[in-house]
């Protein structure tokens, strides 16, 4: 057991109490809304104190190193599987992120008119419990095991409350995320069985690899399982299909959680464990990274301005920018991980916020079509202003988190001759989404609406935001403020455990295609030693 002191304990209430919310809203049908609402509003709230309270606790320590540890017995300690939990500086803000996006998901649906609404809330509530128990796992085991359990809620929910098309959808979701969960399973199996060290700790794994590193052939058939296996679940270009149809039959709470927290374990995946464990295996696969990431920001970006519906260009939109968080991890480099996390943290919270605010455009409109509204600024003026200001951040605009997460991707990308060129296509991305996103806004909120729309403007039946609708609106904005404003408050911390894990200089990584320099230009130059 680790040192058991009152923050670590904390750190396993947040993964408990919204389990334990959620089982005793699960047999709850009986209670009344305030009852329900009482159990819920603890569920839901106390995990985003805690992540507060352990973020302003946290102490910088070098790579590798964890804050908060707790390790309990599970009876299957014979195979090294120990429920480890601990946050280091590259899961914390996603920790953070999972309470944050957990609260706003969870207050919105609290006042949902959903069928049972007990059962509602109690899978989100089990979603938000594995969320947190994802990002708190140090036990590679435990890693992929709250995944797992926050993937059921999912499945579920689309199934029972979600919309037209719900099944189609939810089946082929259901396929895709299989396939993605075993072959990622196939990979940490792999992982495990090769190191010999009978461990799913990853700070065991991490000391062992790097004194007995793998060989290579088998570091780039283990990365391979995980890339392909992280990348199906992160909806990387070509399995991307899956992911704007399951967020636009999916209800809001569950939507909001997928996309802004859960989608993130395959990234978080690549950059905590599979890169830093197996780093030859990473170069060997990391050029092919950058032709996929590629395909996620510029095909799926046209594909997203050809969508006429709003929740599915909200959902391709989400695919689309997955594709910079790739590239920065293809430039194999501190900063570009860096940049990555960055991205992760702020685009959980502007996607998390518009899929909210379609759900409030479309109970004021009656429509997700955007050639069928119009003028709705002027009936819901803080509701234009919210859905600009998730637009705005979602486009990368100074003054919100996603600009340094590109940003900062930009910079790792044009520090080497080898990644330079992708600066280019990358910036065309960011046109792409620019002008799917305002034309967005002008379609809904300022042009001149449309015939039928007219006539509910007037009738007086779309209202501005609700008080349950600012609150977690309000929320999300300012957690991408914070980030946007102070982006330290992660960055800092986050690069002193990157430059650990990965080169601090960029290395040149042989892009597909490109020419192979002689061998005299890439041997390794004689080094004095004392």
């Not at 944050?100 to 609404?117: D, I, L, N």
């Not at 409350?161 to 199996?189: D, K, N």
Request: aromatic share 12%; glycine share 12%.
């Amino acid at each position: 057991m680790g040192n058991l002191d009152s923050n670590s304990l904390f750190l396993l209430a947040a993964i408990l109490v919204p389990l334990l919310a959620g089982l005793v809203l699960l047999f709850g049908s009986g209670f009344g809304q305030g009852p329900r609402r009482s159990v819920a509003a603890i569920g839901f709230g106390l995990p985003l104190i805690i992540g507060i309270w352990l973020y302003c606790q946290f102490e910088t320590s070098l790579a590798g190193g964890y804050n908060f540890e707790l390790r309990l017995p599970t009876g299957l300690e014979s195979i090294g599987i120990y429920l480890h939990l601990g946050l280091n500086a590259i899961s914390m803000p996603l920790f953070l992120l999972a309470g944050t996006v957990g609260m706003a998901a969870g207050f919105y649906a609290m006042h949902s008119k959903a069928e049972r609404p007990h059962l509602y809330l109690a899978l989100l509530l089990f979603m938000l419990g594995g969320l947190m128990g994802t990002f708190a796992a140090i036990d590679v085991f435990f890693f992929y095991f709250f995944h797992e359990f926050a993937l059921i809620p999912t499945f579920l929910m689309i199934g029972i409350w979600g919309g037209a098309g719900r099944r189609g959808a939810a089946i082929e979701m259901t396929i895709y995320l299989t396939i993605g969960a075993l072959l990622s399973l196939l990979g940490l199996i792999a992982l495990y069985v090769q190191s010999e060290l009978e461990s799913f700790s990853l700070l065991e794994l991490r000391n062992y690899l790097s004194a007995q590193p793998l060989a290579e052939t088998v570091q780039s058939n283990i990365f391979a399982l995980l890339l392909f296996g992280f990348g199906i679940l992160v909806s990387l270009f070509p399995f991307h299909s899956w992911a704007p149809k399951g967020y636009a039959v999916a209800p809001t709470g569950a939507a909001m959680l997928h996309a802004g927290v859960l989608k993130k374990f395959g990234l978080y995946g690549l950059l905590q464990i599979a890169a830093p464990l197996l780093p030859a295996g990473a170069e060997q696969w990391f050029p092919w990274i950058i032709w996929l990431a590629l395909g996620n920001i510029l095909i799926i970006g046209l594909i997203t301005l050809a969508q006429k519906d709003l929740k599915m260009m909200l959902g391709y939109s989400s695919v689309m920018h997955m594709g910079y968080a790739f590239l920065g991890l293809a430039c194999f480099s501190a900063v570009g991980a860096g940049g990555a996390l960055l991205l992760m943290v702020a685009h959980g919270l502007s996607v998390a916020l518009l899929f909210m605010l379609s759900t409030c455009v479309y109970h004021r409109s009656q429509t997700f079509d955007l050639a069928a509204m119009g003028g709705m600024a002027t009936k819901a003026p803080i509701l234009a202003a919210f859905f600009v200001a998730g637009i705005m951040a979602s486009i990368g605009l100074p003054g919100f988190g996603n600009f340094w997460g590109e940003f900062t991707i930009f910079v790792a990308l044009a520090e080497s001759p080898v990644t330079r060129w992708l600066v280019a296509p990358a910036a065309v991305g960011i046109v792409i989404s620019a002008i799917y996103g305002l034309r967005a806004v002008a379609n809904i909120f300022f042009g001149p609406p449309k015939a039928d729309f007219a006539e509910r403007l007037e009738s007086g039946k779309i209202v501005d935001l609700q008080g349950f609708e600012k609150l977690p609106a309000c929320v999300l904005i300012a957690g991408l403020l914070v980030t946007g404003i102070f982006p330290r408050v992660f960055s800092d911390n986050a690069n002193r455990e990157l430059m650990g894990l990965y080169p601090a200089e960029e290395i040149n990584l042989p892009v597909i295609g490109a020419t192979v320099p002689p061998a005299e230009a890439i041997a390794p130059k004689e080094v004095n030693h004392p």
